[in-house]
């Protein structure tokens, strides 16, 4: 239901109750999820995630971009050196950045947790980005949150399949340039908009 805007409750009247629980019930199961899985090193690495993933820990471990696991990498760098050449650098100087901040060397089970803590911070800018706009719009009733926990699903879905890949960074970045856009000065959106998708 439309915000009345005089400061009366949205949900009066709607044919759905209100809802209040069902996005932080929702986010908060699949973190839980989410982690649990990461802590048991889900989903594994495969496809280009196998490209990604040794580099980023080598690189934390001040080795450099370099992937000698995986024997693509090799096809890719003609050099023989096994460095990361093929790729969009943004995931692994991302999990490369997290995981030098940790105390010790980066290992494999670690970078599962970082990848997991993206994946939720992915899903906390989403659910952040829908409320927003769905307050904006006037529509933060039980109809806008019930749509609020079927999107978390609908992007927990995919993200939970992807093990160190770039769609991960990019649910984040794409929510939080949402978010930007709406917080902008009306002068700016047009260009937080366009360094967003770009």
Request: net charge positive; with cysteine; charged share 10%.
């Amino acid at each position: 239901m439309r915000d009345p805007g005089d400061g009366s409750d949205p949900d009066a009247g709607s044919a759905l109750p209100a809802l209040r629980w069902l996005p932080p019930t929702v986010f908060a199961a699949l973190a839980v999820v989410i982690l649990i899985l990461a802590a048991h090193q889900h989903p594994p690495a495969s496809g280009d995630s196998l490209g990604i993933a040794p580099a980023a820990i080598n690189a934390a471990n001040g080795r450099g971009l370099i992937n000698d696991f995986w024997p693509q990498t090799m096809r890719y760098d003609a050099s023989g050196q096994a460095r990361f050449v093929y790729h969009g650098f943004l995931p692994v100087l991302a999990y490369a950045g997290v995981l030098r901040c940790l105390p010790g060397p980066a290992t494999a089970p670690a970078a599962y947790l970082i990848n997991g803590v993206f994946q939720v911070a992915a899903l906390a800018a989403c659910w952040w980005a829908w409320t927003a706009l769905m307050r904006h719009c006037g529509r933060l009733d039980g109809r806008g949150r019930l749509l609020i926990g079927a999107g978390l699903l609908a992007v927990a879905t995919p993200l939970l399949g992807w093990g160190f890949r770039p769609e991960i960074i990019t649910s984040l970045v794409v929510a939080l340039g949402l978010r930007a856009v709406r917080a902008a000065p009306a002068r700016w959106r047009w260009g937080v908009a366009g360094m967003t998708l770009g």
